[in-house]
């Protein structure tokens, strides 16, 4: 099963673990469109599914081949800006299909055109391009609540204390250790599209990690600008991106001797229930602090950001209820001792707005990250080689919806064999029609879960997977291949 998605659209939501509905575009940051994935190796994209109609993010053609990767933007979650496209193969194809279903959208200002930011959340789409409008809001409130005439009074308080210091472990001490290794991303394109998004200090050579939607603007000779709670800004310049993983590394120039990356924890050892802090810079309100818990593992979610060629994303996403918004895509997803554990990339939204949209859409509890034992090893990749690696299946599977299972295609993008010859999937004796069920201990119940399953491993990994044919339930061992690259 190949894992290359190329051209086409992400298909609906699987049914085990759903997808989030479309989201509307969220922050004026542009969605991923460009395929940038960071390091943990994904299937391709399926290849020669047939697109559904346009806007249907999710909606899988009947039969879907697999299409070229990235495919086309569904109609879950999208980034913040819209959904990923409809149907496509899995296997190589794989790449997108699963990646990010509603991204965490980075806050996007519009600059002088509505950018295609709004990437905030895949499903904060319309949040992320109402960054710029957030900072006017907050002037606006903090001005009408100005009463002059009022009288306040104050508590009384022990002349000899200069101020309040919290325990250690305490959210507030957690906010007070992290905010300074944040910062708030401006991306501008050349034509002055642009939008508002997060990103964290990865290393003390000044790599910063963020989400590829946030800085898609910027990517073909635009502006990139970095700025840390103190106020100090810095010019940056993109090393790596990765589409489908919608994961990308930025580097900032003359970077301070001062900085102190954040530590890294350890996703796979997350449980449900665990309390959560996000940091990012939502509609525009840069060091913004929310929190929540970890609500759900393992999401399949697909995201885009809704427009006609935008390509989607696809991520086992961290589920939680903490407020995120357009502008916190690519922010540090926190445990409750500050080691990053996620990157905010998506939400689902109950806004239909899309990418670019005057309306904006906000939290309603259930946002999605992206788990940093991925994104560590994409940003790595994208650090060392400036290509994102993925892992496959040398095969194209259906990206319809449904939950019996990833079936796969009769035939592969451009009417390339649906199973690739040599490749991983063929050697394991896998056909076209096979349906799998399972990948070691996961429960596949479409396409898109497939790929973001397998995205999850990197290529050499060895995987059991389990399928019917005829009938009949079978398991073989099948040894990843890789795909360098989003294209």
């Given amino acids: 099963m190949s894992t290359e998605n190329e051209g086409n659209p992400v298909p609906p939501a699987p049914s085990a673990p ?27 994209a399926p290849q020669g599914a047939p697109a559904p109609a346009a806007g249907d993010p ?9 299409g070229s990767w990235p495919p086309p933007p569904p109609a879950t979650p999208s980034y913040a800006d819209a959904g990923a496209g409809a149907g496509a193969g899995w296997g190589s194809p794989y790449d997108q299909q699963y990646q990010h279903q509603p991204y965490q959208q980075p806050q996007h200002a519009p600059k002088k055109g509505s950018g295609r930011g709004g990437l905030i959340a895949a499903v904060l789409v319309a949040a992320l391009v109402a960054g710029g409008a957030g900072g006017g809001l907050g002037y606006t409130l903090a001005k009408n609540n100005d009463d002059s005439g009022s009288t306040t009074v104050s508590a009384s308080t022990d002349s000899g204390v200069t101020q309040v210091k919290r325990a250690a472990g305490t959210i507030a001490a957690v906010a007070n250790k992290s905010l300074p290794s944040t910062v708030t991303i401006e991306a501008e394109s050349t034509n002055g599209d642009g939008g508002t998004g997060t990103g964290f200090v990865f290393d003390t050579q000044g790599h910063i990690v963020t989400n590829n939607h946030v800085v898609a603007d910027a990517l073909d000779g635009g502006k990139l600008t970095a700025t840390f709670p103190n106020g100090k800004k810095y010019d940056a310049e993109v090393v790596g991106h990765a589409q489908g993983y919608d994961v990308a590394v930025i580097k900032l120039k003359n970077p301070p001797s001062d900085l102190k990356p954040l530590p890294l924890g350890d996703s796979d050892k997350v449980a449900v229930g665990d309390e959560t802090i996000a940091i990012g810079a939502p509609f525009g309100l840069s060091n913004t602090v929310t929190t929540g818990i970890i609500s759900a593992k393992n999401r399949p979610v697909a ?48 806004s239909s707005g899309g990418l670019g949209s005057t309306g904006q859409s906000g939290s309603i509890g259930l946002g999605f990250a992206i788990p940093i034992n991925q994104a560590k090893y994409v940003a790595q990749q994208l650090i060392k080689t400036g290509k994102p690696v993925y892992a496959k299946i040398g095969a194209s599977v259906s990206l319809e919806d449904s939950s019996g299972g990833a079936q796969i295609t009769d035939s592969g993008s451009g009417g390339a064999a649906a199973v690739e010859s040599g490749g991983p999937a063929d050697k394991a004796g896998l056909k076209p029609g096979d349906v799998i069920t399972k990948l070691d201990d996961s429960v596949i119940d479409s396409g898109p879960t497939l790929i973001g399953e397998i995205w999850t491993h990197k290529p050499g990994d060895k995987v059991q997977i389990t399928y019917k044919r005829g009938g009949s339930e079978h398991t073989v061992t099948v040894t990843l291949g890789s795909r360098v690259g989003d294209s």
């Fill in 58 to 66: 999710y909606a899988a053609p009947s039969q879907a081949p697999e």
């Fill in 303 to 350: 995201s885009s950001d809704g427009s006609a060629s935008s390509k989607a994303s696809y991520m086992s996403a961290l589920q939680t209820d903490a407020s995120i918004n357009p502008g916190n895509s690519g922010g540090p997803l926190l445990d409750a001792d500050g080691a990053v554990i996620g990157i905010n990339s998506a939400i689902q939204s109950a």
């Fill in 18 to 44: 759903p997808v989030p509905p479309a989201t509307p575009a969220a922050s004026p940051q542009p969605a991923a469109s460009e395929g940038e994935a960071p390091t943990a190796p994904i299937p391709p």
